[in-house]
């Protein structure tokens, strides 16, 4: 019998050297340098890119010989290993892909990295009431444009300390005592993905009047001029007007407040020279404060002597169709008299003559149309001067004495004077007079029709308290009048008219410095004024003064300037924090803050910067200073030696410091000696004894001269005084690995010694490691290389059906290598199965038999015999009867694929004992 043995399996043993390096594979049993690559493909740069920022991309790979790069954003394409980014508005998600290509093997991969996009903060906008009330909550609005979205927090300064901070979009605020003049709110929004934020502030009054008083005489003489002085206790500022016999005066501010009881108080100065004439009649000081437009009044009852007086040339009352003669008593200069009815001038007529000296005014037959109040206005060193009046009034002539009735509506009253005072607005009015003669009994009737009038009062412009340059304001004038008001407005620059129009709006471009509107009833003509003092709301000439270059540890002051009307706020930020400066007194409209700061932290180029925004119009600008700072400290290694998890390393405060001032940080956090972290007794060194991967982070030295007191800086507390100065900083990250090395299949874990796969089938497998930095990886097959990238798409040859697949590990900075090897099984067969055993069968002697077959992995075997079933490669087989032949068969099995192969054998049997007979 024919005896079969299995193929035999030629193993290659790869032995992966502490030295090994990416750029070495083995050829015919050599090692040798060849082409290699795209592998170890990563993006560096940020994953989150704010609109209108300008951001940096490098692409890197492991290529021999060289890398040739592209870049895909959307339907955007470029070249090169860096890419400049800077988006103009609002996008989707960006997803940057970089593909690397080896010109000389024409092998390329790409990696990919997913940009979440941002834009603002912007249009940063705090909105609210334009004032505070003592005792009362007022609720503020802060707003801004922020893509995907803001956060907010608020600072509520007071007499330049924070009082409160909040966060949320919006804020309650309650004036902090009653002596508080103005509260600072500022917002500060910021975006929630990028973290950029602005911030801008408002300055809110809390406003009060009270107190008001007028300063003057009580009595005073017509013809002669006297000066009044208004004052209130008001904050920020009032406006005032002046009233006095149905007209309306500005006053002259004074630009001096008045400290009175411990507050300030504002006044303003009227002067009048009386020149028209009442008894008695009220002078009106109305203050209207600026930001809250509340009013507060008072009144001054001032007495009226007047030197002039229109009577009668005779005791004889004024008779309709007689003759009556008027005349002006108390003129020293006759020619300057003029005369007066019902406040309109009198002209000469045919039923009215003047005498040639205008002293006396004859009427040569009084019609019931005359009655009416007459004055003379006399006109002395440029002074008009109203006389006091004389009124005549309904009279007939009646022999004797006549009785008179007087009808308004259905109200009646008797005697030859009717006193009229309308209280409220009533339609046209009817005076109906009657004189009836007791003795005839006969009467005669007159009647006056009288058009109801009222105002203007309350007259009142509103609209911006500041005007923007180059920019047209609008303002409205309103008053109380009836039946109608008319308007007249006048622009005025330097006591100047410059134009003047009608209507209840104007509008107004600078430059101007007042406005005027006067309103005027269509039907009575009585008017009155109003003015309002116009500014232009400006900021220019901002700058920031102080030093350059800088010195840690040391203080230095820097000024912040600008040109304001009506003021400005400052605020200062530096190295990401927002500071308050204190104010400088300058002269108005130089405003100025001044800023402290000591340098204690390292930057080596740092942006002071200067905000400055117009109380008046909100409007900011920004003025920046660049600051070098130097420090006299540093934190270095000992040696050129990198940081190696598992040795010794050295770290050295370099500088001229005193030792025993030293502390060491990590990370903000102090370093305290142990068994493994040993410093020197100077403090000057700093040595790990061995590095540990948890020891990576930022190492500074903190460095304290002179005296000794307590020092807080972050949450480590330093007995020490003097200036804290911090040292530039030392990132250390220490390099380790590989750890244990893996064969993974993504989500599946682990592959194992053995991993079975299928002819032509293919797995995705990862070499996964721990290292720092990271390891390249290398994969073997066949003893051949593989690949160079992490993960691989591995489908395998055959045959063989077994073979060793190896990744390596390695790091060039710790110069050591791990390997994790698997045995890839291709199931094959069962093939060329056979029966090795003797060629015959002997009865009663026993025979061995062994199966086999080309199986991968290994089949298993089912021995057919004497109709019964054996398991296993070999059989033993005893002929215990008479037979000619014996049968029997094997099959073979995978034990992996379940397929199945049979062989069947027949033997000759013989009886070496039968004689033949």
Same mark, same amino acid.
């Given at each position: 019998m024919v005896h079969h043995s299995a193929r035999p399996l030629l193993l290659l043993l790869l032995t992966c050297l502490a030295d090994f390096s990416a750029s070495e594979t083995e050829q015919d049993g050599t090692m040798g340098l060849t082409s290699y690559g795209p592998y170890s493909v990563a993006i560096s740069g940020v994953d989150v890119v704010t609109v209108g920022i300008p951001y940096g991309f490098e692409c890197s790979a492991e290529c021999y010989p060289g890398c040739q790069y592209s870049w895909t954003r959307g339907n955007v394409t470029s070249q090169g290993p860096e890419l400049s980014l800077q988006l103009l508005h609002i996008e989707p998600t960006q997803i940057l892909t970089c593909t690397v290509v080896n010109p000389a093997t024409g092998s390329s991969a790409s990696v990919q990295k997913t940009l979440q996009v941002t834009a603002g903060p912007s249009n940063l906008l705090i909105s609210g009431p334009p004032e505070l009330t003592v005792g009362a909550e007022s609720v503020f609005t802060c707003s801004a444009d922020c893509y995907p979205s803001c956060s907010y927090s608020w600072t509520v300064v007071v007499d330049n300390e924070v009082f409160n901070t909040s966060q949320g979009n919006t804020i309650s605020v309650t004036p902090a005592g009653s002596t508080v003049d103005a509260e600072t709110l500022i917002c500060e929004a910021q975006d929630t993905i990028s973290y950029l934020y602005i911030s801008t502030s408002l300055l809110v009054y809390v406003t009060s009047e009270s107190d008001i008083s007028i300063a003057g005489d009580s009595t005073v003489t017509m013809g002669k001029q006297y000066t009044f002085v208004c004052l209130v206790t008001c904050i920020p500022s009032c406006s005032f007007i002046w009233k006095y016999m149905g007209? @309306?005066?500005?006053?002259?501010?004074?630009?001096? &407040? %008045?400290?009175?009881?411990?507050?300030?108080? %504002?006044?303003?100065?009227?002067?009048i020279t009386f020149s028209d004439y009442s008894k008695i009649e009220p002078l009106t000081c109305e203050a209207t404060n600026t930001i809250s437009h509340a009013t507060i009044s008072t009144t001054k009852n001032l007495t009226v002597i007047d030197p002039f007086s229109v009577r009668p040339t005779s005791q004889a009352l004024p008779v309709a169709g007689k003759t009556f003669s008027l005349q002006c008593v108390g003129s020293q200069n006759p020619a300057s008299i003029k005369w007066l009815k019902n406040k309109q001038p009198v002209p000469a007529s045919e039923g009215v003559h003047f005498s040639v000296d205008n002293i006396t005014m004859t009427f040569s037959s009084l019609q019931q149309t005359d009655d009416g109040l007459y004055q003379c206005v006399v006109t002395e060193g440029g002074t008009p001067i109203q006389s006091v009046g004389y009124k005549m009034q309904c009279s007939a002539s009646c022999y004797p004495t006549c009785q008179f009735n007087w009808t308004r509506g259905n109200v009646t009253s008797q005697g030859p004077e009717l006193s009229l005072r309308l209280k409220e607005i009533?339609?046209?009015?009817?005076? @109906?007079? /009657?004189?009836?003669?007791?003795?005839?009994?006969?009467?005669?009737?007159?009647?006056?029709?009288?058009?109801?009038?009222?105002? #203007?009062?309350?007259?009142?412009?509103?609209?911006?308290?500041?005007? @923007?340059?180059?920019?047209a304001s609008k303002y409205t004038c309103s008053a109380n009048c009836y039946p109608s008001c008319s308007f007249l407005w006048t622009i005025v620059l330097d006591d100047v008219v410059i134009s003047t129009m009608t209507g209840n709006t104007t509008t107004v471009t600078p430059p101007a410095s007042e406005l005027i509107c006067l309103v005027k009833d269509t039907v009575s003509f009585l008017y009155v004024s109003t003015r309002l003092l116009l500014q232009v709301a400006s900021l220019s000439d901002f700058t920031i003064t102080g030093e350059s270059t800088v010195a840690m540890g040391k203080q230095y002051t820097y000024i912040c300037s600008a040109k304001c009307v009506p003021s400005c706020t400052f605020t200062w930020k530096y190295m990401g924090k927002t500071l308050n400066g204190s104010q400088v007194q300058n002269n108005k409209p130089n405003f100025a803050s001044e800023l402290e700061i000591t340098v204690s932290d390292f930057s080596k180029s740092e942006l002071l910067t200067c905000e400055v925004t117009n109380t008046g119009n909100q409007a900011t600008v920004t003025a920046t200073k660049n600051i070098t700072v130097i420090d006299p400290f540093v934190v270095r290694p000992t040696t050129q030696a990198l940081p190696i998890a598992g040795k010794p390393f050295t770290l050295q405060c370099v500088g001229p410091q005193s030792p025993a001032t030293i502390t060491w940080l990590k990370d903000k956090h102090q370093i305290l000696s142990s068994k493994r972290i040993?410093?020197? #007794?100077?403090?000057?060194?700093?040595?790990?004894? #061995?590095?540990?991967?948890?020891?990576?982070?930022?190492?500074?030295?903190?460095?304290?001269?002179?005296?000794?007191?307590?020092? +807080? +800086?972050?949450?480590?507390?330093?007995?020490?005084?003097? /200036? #804290? %100065?911090? &040292?530039?900083? +030392?990132?250390?990250?220490?390099?380790?690995?590989p750890d244990e090395v893996l064969i993974v299949k993504p989500n599946k874990g682990t592959v194992g010694e053995m991993m079975i796969t299928l002819s032509g089938t293919t797995t995705e497998l990862q070499c996964l490691t721990d290292c720092f930095p990271a390891c390249s990886i290398t994969w073997f097959y066949l003893g051949k290389l593989l690949a160079t990238n992490t993960s691989i798409l591995f489908t395998p040859v055959t045959p063989p059906y077994e073979a060793p697949l190896t990744c390596v590990a390695f790091n060039s900075v710790t110069k050591s290598n791990r390997t994790a090897e698997t045995t890839v099984v291709v199931p094959d067969g069962p093939k060329n199965v056979n029966?090795?055993?003797?060629?015959?069968?002997?009865?009663?002697?026993?025979? &061995?038999?062994?199966?086999?077959?080309? =199986? /991968?992995?290994? =089949?298993?075997?089912?021995?057919?015999?004497?109709?019964?079933?054996?398991?296993?490669?070999?059989?033993? %087989?005893t002929v215990n009867r008479h037979v000619s032949r014996e049968s029997f068969s094997c099959q073979a099995e995978n034990t992996f694929t379940g397929k199945t192969a049979v062989i069947n054998e027949t033997l000759s049997v013989s009886d070496p004992h039968w004689c033949g007979c």
């Open positions: 007209k @309306t005066f500005q006053g002259d501010e004074i630009n001096i &407040s %008045i400290l009175h009881q411990g507050t300030r108080r %504002i006044a303003n100065q009227l002067d009533e339609p046209t009015q009817i005076l @109906t007079c /009657t004189a009836v003669n007791p003795a005839t009994g006969m009467s005669a009737t007159a009647q006056k029709t009288l058009q109801t009038t009222a105002g #203007p009062s309350n007259v009142r412009i509103s609209g911006p308290a500041f005007l @923007t340059e180059g920019v040993v410093l020197s #007794p100077d403090n000057t060194t700093m040595t790990f004894g #061995p590095l540990l991967q948890g020891d990576g982070g930022i190492y500074k030295c903190l460095v304290l001269e002179k005296g000794n007191r307590t020092l +807080y +800086y972050d949450t480590l507390v330093v007995a020490e005084s003097g /200036t #804290p %100065i911090l &040292s530039v900083g +030392y990132l250390m990250q220490v390099n380790y690995g029966i090795a055993g003797p060629d015959s069968l002997e009865i009663g002697v026993t025979a &061995s038999f062994t199966c086999s077959a080309e =199986c /991968t992995p290994a =089949c298993s075997f089912t021995w057919n015999l004497y109709g019964e079933t054996v398991m296993g490669r070999v059989v033993d %087989i």
